[in-house]
């Protein structure tokens, strides 16, 4: 298994996760803890999964993720990032 950075990076009320270089199934269990633990106030999460080594993650978080607290998901220009749009 190669070395994964896990990152979040949070402000005013967007948190950031990058996935990069993960598998899905790690990158499943830290994208929920992120939603779990994201602060009450948090509108969006930005998801960096990235698609140019690989496109499982960007389609395991556009296609399959699923949430208590998210009400949607917006596609940017950049098909590397997906925004999760939360329930507050």
Do not use: W
């Amino acid at each position: 298994m190669g070395y994964c950075m896990m990152s979040t990076y949070y402000e005013h009320g967007t948190l950031t996760v990058d996935l990069h270089d993960m598998e899905v199934s790690m990158a499943a269990r830290y994208l929920k803890k992120a939603v779990d633990q994201a602060p009450p106030r948090t509108s969006e999460i930005v998801v960096i999964h990235g698609y140019r080594q690989g496109q499982a993650l960007m389609h395991y978080v556009r296609r399959t993720f699923t949430h208590r607290r998210l009400r949607g998901k917006r596609l940017g220009l950049n098909r590397g990032v997906t925004y999760l749009i939360l329930e507050i």
